[in-house]
């Protein structure tokens, strides 16, 4: 249960916390803040805190920027690297409301909020486990940002990683926050990490991905380097993905309602419904799945990355992947895994869309097609009947205004101001000369 107000300015005092800062997210997923002195915390909790919400990415317009933020006090943590002294300094995650103490309908917190309790209407907890990878980057001669990994290690090396030490930095950081973290190593790509946090309800988890992300740069930042995770920085290797675990829990039984032993590798029928869901509403999703014009340098064969609209057991090249479960923990474990999100998503829209596009799924009693268990990179698309994700940010766009099934669970307010941010950044980057271009075409045109 969240904390009581009692409770919070008794931990709050017990600690010295000097500061306050107040968190949320622009619809593109970018952390806003708000830092209040701890002698406002008493007003803060009981009325909230105005800001102007004209200035913020998607949010609202001049004439009705009024809003306020409601501190969650279940998000309540002492930051880390600012614990102590003079300036030390806590954080709450918020919800964002209008003047007329209603929820705003572009808080993407929100969005995640709404379509959570229409899971909960038929019965039903979701819960997710996104697998967050990043690469870290050792600054330029004059402190600017290139893309110069830190280390030249591979996929659970040890010799060659040189950041060991840097994750246990950033895994003690992040359990400071109250994150549970499981595991942390190296991943395939040269300067490439992940580290992954305990599966939970989605709100959670989202809550504990945004902090993941600001965590992992302050750290980063505290040891000369740059954590980012866009999707493909460094063309020729993998790129980051934030592939997400997927599970209903029964609100009636308790138990997790994807499994079936009996069932199609042991998955229930409405496990297996919301897969098809998954798979009917993937090109409508990927423009917030995938947010960026990065996001489609990276889901290209060959790289560990979907393309293909498909799904299987233990197939990494299949868009959904049902991963194998340790014996005796099937009851519990069993889930399934989507792998097209990148790391530069919002986490509470991303988490909407899909539980949104599960749910339709489940209503419609959809059936996924036959599994795919071969190597797609292997094969001839056309022959199986695959049909492939959206190969840019314009594709994923027009694929977005044509699903009115994820355009409600974002909402028009949402979806609306989504929709134009990243229209302009197509457009933007079409307009764009590179210098690829100018090297391919300038000497010979």
């Known amino acids: 249960m969240p904390m009581t107000k009692d409770e919070v300015l008794a931990k709050i005092e017990e600690q010295g916390v000097k500061f306050i800062n107040l968190q949320f997210t622009d619809i593109v997923g970018i952390i806003k803040n708000v830092t209040i002195p701890v002698t406002q915390i008493d007003a803060a909790l009981d009325h909230g805190v105005w800001f102007d919400g004209s200035s913020i990415e998607g949010f609202a317009r001049i004439a009705e920027s009024d809003m306020y933020l409601v501190l969650d006090t279940d998000t309540y943590a002492l930051i880390p690297w600012e614990s102590t002294g003079e300036y030390a300094t806590a954080r709450f995650i918020c919800d964002v409301y209008t003047p007329n103490g209603d929820p705003f309908a572009g808080d993407p917190r929100g969005a995640l909020k709404r379509v ?95 902090t993941f992300r600001t965590v992992l740069k302050a750290v980063a930042q505290l040891n000369g380097l740059y954590a980012t995770f866009m999707p493909k920085p460094i063309a020729g290797i993998n790129g980051s993905g934030m592939h997400v675990h997927q599970s209903f829990k029964s609100l009636e039984t308790g138990k997790n309602a994807f499994y079936d032993g009996d069932g199609d590798r042991g998955l229930s029928t409405v496990a297996l419904q919301f897969i098809a869901g998954l798979l009917d509403h993937a090109p409508g999703m990927a423009a917030v799945l995938a947010p960026l014009v990065n996001s489609y340098k990276r889901l290209v064969p060959g790289y560990e990355a979907p393309v293909y609209i498909s799904w299987g057991r233990t197939n990494r090249s299949a868009l959904v992947r049902v991963p194998r479960i340790s014996a005796g923990r099937s009851t519990q474990a069993t889930r399934v895994e989507l792998r097209c999100p990148d790391p530069s998503a919002n986490p509470y829209l991303a988490f909407t869309v899909m539980l949104a596009a599960g749910l339709d799924g489940i209503k419609r009693g959809l059936t996924p097609p036959a599994a795919a268990e071969e190597d797609l990179y292997h094969v001839d698309p056309v022959s199986r009947g695959l049909k492939t994700l959206p190969g840019s940010l314009g594709e994923a766009v027009e694929a977005l205004k044509k699903d009115t099934v994820i355009q409600e669970a974002l909402g028009e307010h949402i979806y609306e101001r989504y929709v134009e941010a990243k229209q302009a950044e197509w457009d933007e980057y079409r307009l764009y000369v590179s210098q690829w271009e100018l090297d391919r075409y300038l000497p010979i045109y």
């Open 116 to 210: 959570m309790a229409q899971a909960q209407e038929l019965g039903y907890e979701y819960n997710t486990g996104p697998e967050l990878e990043f690469f870290l980057f050792k600054p330029g001669p004059n402190g600017e940002l290139v893309a110069t990994p830190h280390d030249a290690a591979g996929y659970f090396d040890v010799s060659t990683d040189y950041a060991t030490h840097i994750r246990r930095q950033m895994v003690s950081a992040l359990q400071s926050f109250g994150i549970k973290v499981e595991a942390s190593h190296h991943e395939v790509a040269i300067g490439q990490h992940e580290i992954d946090f305990e599966y939970s309800d989605a709100l959670h988890t989202a809550d504990n991905a945004v």
